[in-house]
């Protein structure tokens, strides 16, 4: 009887083994993944009136925006800004965020790309 419950468990721990290591990952990229971004730094990919888009990592110049779009995501956040923000603003240029917030919380929409109201946009030197 011992025996007999000794094989039946082996393969069975074996079997849990596999599959918890191999799971642990979702996809190629799981390992070299990046933390959330906050959305307080960025680059200014794309200038519309009244809203910059702005995304975590540089892009190619003349990049088409929905090329942008699409080599961002899912890091890149469309904000509502001053004029003069952003008007002082070019594409390329790497900028501090401040968004607005309510009750001490920024107020952001998780569509893609995001959305959200900026207190301000400014370049960093």
């Known amino acids: 009887m011992r025996k007999a419950a000794t094989l039946l468990i082996l393969p069975c ?17 799981a390992a070299v993944r990046e933390p959330y971004w906050d959305y307080k730094q960025g ?3 794309a200038k519309e009136r009244g809203r ?6 540089p892009m190619p110049a003349g990049v088409p925006l929905e090329a942008v779009l699409e080599q961002a995501k899912p890091d890149a956040i469309w904000l ?11 594409i390329g240029d790497r900028v501090n965020v401040t968004l607005e917030s309510v009750d001490g ?21």
């Open 52 to 57: 910059v888009l702005v995304v975590r990592h």
């Open 80 to 90: 509502e800004a001053a004029e003069r923000d952003v008007r002082a603003l070019q």
């Open 43 to 45: 680059i200014v990919a």
């Open 105 to 125: 919380y920024a107020v952001v929409d998780q569509s893609y790309p995001a959305q959200a109201k900026a207190q301000s946009v400014t370049a960093l030197p």
């Open 13 to 29: 721990a074996v079997a849990l083994a596999a599959a918890m290591t191999t799971g642990c990952a979702s996809s190629p990229d």
